[in-house]
């Protein structure tokens, strides 16, 4: 008798699938089913605090107490999660009784089904089975994942457009977070997709690195040189996105952070919905949060800053156009993030101290935040813009104001005694 597998995809949607154990195994296996649909029932008198949370967030039923052979009635599969050799054998037996499919994390001999090591890339899933080694099943399907991940383009990719023009497959546009500037900090979503691009619209302050992974026949337009003032520019970009989207091509508008944050988005995706082309928005990693991060300074720590607020600083708070409340902004004692805000720091500062923030608030300015270039300097309010002008910083740059900017160093911004 062959004991080859024989491998199947199961539609678990709705259909429940028991989980005996509470444990590590059992958390690791749990988001999987349940991103398959599966109506999950866990049998354990104990729950890590991960299996915890998917019980309080309703997402499985859960019964406090040990396996009962009743359990499976009305199971489609179950999954042995426990180290106990009898009580996971009781599981076994019930399980063949009822002709429901077993799978043993404790013992591959005694299990039914094998669970595969498995890679996913949009939507296509890769299974691998090692033959009886689950370490060959997951060194096999890491060099699968590293080559999807590298030609993902070719293999899941450009929508396949079968047939004549009445077939044609519309276009569509993305608009993608790249992050703060580390390439690696694109979200995995948004790498698929920029993979997947047959034309690239790029802002100045995407990462280079990301687009030096494009294809060769990838059409790249960079928004920063499109020659008119910032409103024209704009305009022009919108064409770009909607013309090259209704003749059928896949465009992704990779936006530096996050698409919605100071970024314009929601202007292009009106100008899309408008010529009535499709839009994905995939969010990014803002700089707002991540330069401040990479600067070892978090947006929120306990006892110290339970808000944060992001605002622009590229209106001169005296100005008419100004939308920001900046006499409001001096009340507030939690953090401030100030993007685009270098050329007016100095009257942002003076209006801050003027209606009550102290001059002495820690503040502190990333410059090229998550990148190689990072440049940090930490001040004051009160000094912040002069130490800017006399140590030369350029934007990008984000700055930070409030308590939490020494929050990480226990002894604020002194040096660090040689001898403790
Ligand atoms: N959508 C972007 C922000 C666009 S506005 C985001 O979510 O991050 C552009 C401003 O973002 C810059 O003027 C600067 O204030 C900030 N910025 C962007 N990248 C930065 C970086 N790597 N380091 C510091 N500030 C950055």
């Known amino acids: 008798m062959s004991t080859n597998p024989y491998p199947l995809g199961l539609r678990l949607a709705g259909r429940r699938v028991v989980v005996?154990?509470?444990?590590?195994?059992?958390?690791?296996?749990?988001?999987?089913?349940?991103?398959?649909?599966?109506?999950?029932?866990?049998?354990?008198?104990?729950?890590?605090?991960?299996?915890?949370?998917?019980?309080?967030?309703?997402?499985l039923h859960w019964a406090p107490r040990r396996f009962a052979p009743d359990d499976l009635d009305g199971a489609w599969l179950v999954q042995v999660a426990i180290d106990d050799p009898i009580a996971a054998a009781s599981v076994s037996a019930a399980a063949a009784e009822r002709r429901i499919f077993c799978v043993r994390a404790d013992d591959r001999a005694a299990a039914t089904a094998w669970t595969p090591a498995v890679t996913r890339h949009g939507p296509v899933t890769v299974a691998v089975l090692g033959g009886g080694d689950p370490r060959r099943a997951m060194s096999v399907r890491d060099a699968v994942r590293d080559l999807l991940a590298a030609r993902v383009g070719e293999a899941?990719?450009?929508?396949?457009?079968?047939?004549?023009?009445?077939?044609?497959?519309?276009?569509?546009?993305?608009?993608?977070?790249?992050?703060?500037?580390?390439?690696?900090?694109?979200?995995?979503?948004?790498?698929?997709?920029?993979?997947?691009?047959?034309?690239?619209?790029?802002?100045?302050?995407?990462?280079g690195l990301l687009l030096d992974e494009l294809r060769a026949d990838v059409e790249l337009v960079d928004a920063s040189k499109i020659p008119y003032g910032p409103a024209r520019a704009q305009e022009?970009?919108?064409?770009?996105?909607?013309?090259?989207?209704?003749?059928?091509?896949?465009?992704?508008?990779?936006?530096?952070?996050?698409?919605?944050?100071?970024?314009?988005?929601?202007?292009?995706?009106?100008a899309c919905a408008a010529a009535g082309v499709p839009v994905t928005v995939v969010p990014g990693v803002t700089?707002?949060?991540?330069?401040?991060?990479?600067?070892?300074?978090?947006?929120?720590?306990?006892?110290?800053?339970h808000e944060f607020t992001v605002v622009s600083g590229h209106?001169?708070?005296?100005?008419?156009?100004?939308?920001?409340?900046?006499?409001?902004?001096?009340?507030?004692?939690?953090?401030?993030?100030?993007?685009?805000?270098?050329?007016?720091?100095?009257?942002?500062?003076?209006?801050?101290?003027?209606?009550?923030?102290?001059?002495?608030?820690?503040?502190?300015?990333?410059?090229?935040?998550?990148?190689?270039?990072?440049?940090?300097?930490?001040?004051?309010?009160?000094?912040?813009?002069?130490?800017?002008?006399?140590?030369?910083l350029r934007p990008p740059a984000v700055v930070v104001v409030g308590d939490v900017v020494p929050a990480l160093s226990p002894r604020g911004d002194e040096p660090a005694d040689p001898d403790g």
Do not use: C
Not at 33 to 59: I, S
Not at 156 to 172: F, I, S, W
């Open 315 to 392: 209106v001169p708070p005296d100005s008419p156009a100004s939308l920001v409340r900046w006499e409001h902004l001096a009340g507030l004692r939690g953090t401030l993030v100030v993007l685009m805000g270098l050329k007016n720091l100095a009257a942002i500062t003076a209006t801050l101290v003027a209606h009550g923030r102290p001059a002495d608030t820690p503040a502190a300015v990333v410059q090229e935040g998550t990148t190689g270039a990072q440049r940090v300097l930490r001040s004051t309010l009160g000094a912040v813009a002069a130490d800017v002008a006399a140590a030369g």
């Open 156 to 207: 899941t990719g450009a929508p396949v457009r079968p047939g004549g023009p009445a077939d044609a497959t519309p276009g569509r546009v993305a608009l993608v977070g790249a992050g703060p500037g580390d390439p690696e900090l694109i979200t995995v979503k948004g790498w698929r997709l920029l993979t997947q691009a047959d034309v690239v619209v790029a802002d100045r302050l995407v990462p």
């Open 287 to 305: 700089s707002s949060i991540a330069a401040p991060a990479a600067a070892g300074i978090p947006v929120t720590h306990r006892a110290v800053a």
């Open 236 to 270: 022009e970009i919108n064409r770009i996105l909607v013309e090259r989207a209704l003749a059928g091509r896949f465009v992704v508008r990779l936006k530096g952070g996050d698409p919605y944050v100071f970024g314009r988005g929601g202007e292009e995706l009106l």
């Open 20 to 59: 005996v154990g509470g444990g590590a195994v059992a958390t690791r296996r749990v988001p999987a089913l349940l991103d398959a649909g599966a109506d999950v029932f866990l049998v354990a008198p104990e729950l890590t605090p991960a299996l915890r949370a998917h019980v309080d967030a309703r997402r």
